[in-house]
């Protein structure tokens, strides 16, 4: 539901995390990585590629850094 409403209304989309996130908590189930990696650890927002989410990649050090364009947090994983 988050991706659906991203567009439209992005501060349901903060929502829809921040309940994902509590739920997961709540009753100590994992998040899956796959999921994990599309969530902004600072500003709670789902990431979409080229709409709030820049992705780059580094030789030098080996790595994908994905950038948040809403709040700027960068996380790196490696390749």
Known sequence: MAESNLKKHPERTRRY????????????????P???KRFCRKCDM???????????TDSKTKTIIYTCLECGAKRRYGY
């Open 17 to 32: 995390v921040e309940l994902a996130k509590r739920l997961s908590s709540k009753y100590n189930v994992s998040i899956p």
């Open 34 to 36: 796959e999921l994990k």
């Open 46 to 56: 789902f990431l979409v590629p080229g709409h709030n989410l820049s992705v780059r």
